[in-house]
């Protein structure tokens, strides 16, 4: 017998001495509905134009399309699962903020910062960098897939952009000197005008680099990709 229905009967046999009513729904089902609630109420909080700073906050499985994030203020935030899509985040500023397993899609992110921050595992895609506060915009990524993205005038010396993947995305005079590239994957990513000097890209694959439009000096590379970096002369390399 249900365990409430089992309450109940002993309740009408001895109507002055009242019994413990065991809680009908599981406490798994309580807890997910809980959960849910709770991301809805932040994905609500998210978009309310008047909660503008966020500090030390943890976000996850938070889905937000076609919401305006302009002018927010994020530090020290987690965000977990998360995905953002179609977005305004014109004028944002995140600060040591770190972003695992997440998806952010054609956002747009005039004057937006990202100081110090790390993408780990996540995918970024139709998002043009180069609108960024650059002076502002300092990430690390490691694991991520990147699609569709261009970066443009940047200072990301001795940034990371390791084990991740780069689909038809575009570096354009960017200073890149001591970055850690190792273990990416590229296609279709071409380097223009960057500083790449001391840059480490050991174990890297697919990478376009034109060696006289680049400075090149001390950076790193390993066998048999960097033969990629004599095509521009037109040499025939033979084992």
């Not at 002055?16 to 991301?39: A, D, E, K």
């Amino acid at each position: 017998m249900d365990r409430s229905l089992k309450a109940v009967e002993l309740l009408c046999r001895n109507p002055n001495r009242p019994q413990p009513i065991s809680n009908p729904f599981p406490t798994t089902i309580l807890n997910n509905t809980n959960r849910v609630y709770t991301i809805l109420r932040t994905m609500q909080n998210l978009n309310d134009p008047d909660m503008e700073d966020w500090e030390d906050e943890f976000f996850e499985n938070i889905i937000l399309t076609h919401s305006d994030l302009s002018g927010k203020t994020f530090q020290d935030c987690q965000f977990k699962s998360c995905r953002i899509s179609d977005s305004l985040l014109r004028g944002s500023s995140f600060r040591n903020c770190l972003f695992e397993e997440c998806e952010l899609t054609l956002l747009k992110v005039d004057n937006a910062g990202f100081s110090n921050c790390q993408f780990t595992e996540s995918m970024l895609q139709g998002i043009n960098f180069s609108e960024c506060n650059t002076p502002l915009f300092y990430p690390d990524f490691e694991k991520c897939e990147i699609r569709h993205c261009f970066f443009s005038n940047m200072d990301l010396k001795k940034k990371v952009f390791r084990d991740s993947k780069f689909q038809d995305c575009e570096f354009f005079r960017i200073d890149f000197r001591e970055a850690d590239f190792s273990r990416t994957a590229f296609s279709e990513t071409p380097f223009s005008e960057c500083d790449l000097r001391k840059a480490n890209f050991t174990e890297a694959r697919g990478y376009t680099i034109q060696p006289e439009q680049n400075k090149l000096r001390g950076a790193v590379f390993s066998y048999p990709d960097v033969t990629a970096l004599l095509a521009p002369l037109g040499i025939v390399i033979k084992d």
